[in-house]
C-alpha cells in the first residue's frame, strides 16, 4: 500500500511539473512605436538608390528595424532592433537583429522573444545579400516555452537620405522552425549614424 501511495504521489508531482506554465517576456515596443516603424519603413522605402560614384568608401553603421508578417504557430507580425554595419571597402556585412517583438493581427503587442540574429552577408555596388539567422525563444498560446531557429534573407539597396549612402533598406523573408513554426514576409530598413 505504501508503495503504491508513493507511486501516485510521484505521478501527481511529475504531472504538475508537465503543466507548470510560463510567462511571456513583456513586449518593449508600444503599438505607437510599431506604427511609428512602418511609417519610417514606407519613407525610407521611397528614398532615391545612392548612384555607384557616390556610395560610402568605408565601414557604416545603419540603426533601424526588421517588421514583417508572420503566419503559422504565431500569427500577426514581428517588430526587432537592427544593426547593419556595411564595410564598402572589403564589401561585408555584419550586424544583428535584437529585441524581436511579436505583435497580434490586431496590432497589440505580444510578447518579446529571448534571443537574437546574427547578420552576415556582402555589399556589390551598392546591393545588399545577407542572412539573419539565430535561435529565438517564446511561450506558445498554452502558456508553455517555445524554441525556434529563424533564418531570414536580407536583400536591399543603399538609399540616399539626408547624405549620400545613409540609408538602406530591403526584403526580409524566411521562416522559424522548431518547437513553433513561421513564415516571416516584410522588410528591414535603417538610416546611418
Known amino acids: 500500500m505504501t508503495r503504491l501511495t508513493l507511486s501516485l504521489m510521484t505521478l501527481a508531482t511529475l504531472a504538475a511539473c508537465a503543466t507548470t506554465t510560463v510567462e511571456p517576456n513583456a513586449p518593449t515596443v508600444s503599438s505607437r512605436d510599431v506604427d511609428n516603424a512602418m511609417f519610417e519603413?514606407?519613407?525610407?522605402?521611397?528614398?532615391?538608390?545612392?548612384?555607384?560614384?557616390d556610395l560610402p568608401s568605408g565601414g557604416v553603421t545603419y540603426r533601424g528595424h526588421v517588421g514583417a508578417d508572420v503566419s503559422g504557430d504565431a500569427q500577426g507580425s514581428i517588430l526587432g532592433d537592427m544593426t547593419m554595419l556595411v564595410d564598402f571597402g572589403d564589401n561585408d556585412i555584419s550586424g544583428s537583429v535584437t529585441n524581436i517583438n511579436l505583435i497580434d493581427p490586431n496590432g497589440t503587442p505580444n510578447q518579446r522573444f529571448?534571443?537574437?540574429?546574427?547578420?552576415?552577408?556582402?555589399?556589390?555596388?551598392?546591393?545588399?545579400?545577407?542572412f539573419a539567422s539565430g535561435q529565438i525563444s517564446g511561450v506558445d498560446n498554452d502558456g508553455f516555452a517555445v524554441e525556434s531557429q529563424m533564418v531570414l534573407t536580407l536583400d536591399g539597396t543603399v538609399r540616399d537620405h539626408f547624405n549620400e549612402g545613409d540609408a538602406v533598406f530591403g526584403s526580409a523573408t524566411g521562416f522559424a522552425t522548431g518547437d513553433f513554426n513561421m513564415d516571416v514576409n516584410g522588410v528591414f530598413f535603417g538610416t546611418a549614424n
Open 41 to 53: 519603413a514606407e519613407r525610407i522605402a521611397a528614398l532615391p538608390f545612392t548612384p555607384l560614384s
Open 114 to 130: 529571448g534571443g537574437s540574429l546574427g547578420i552576415t552577408g556582402t555589399e556589390t555596388r551598392g546591393d545588399l545579400d545577407a
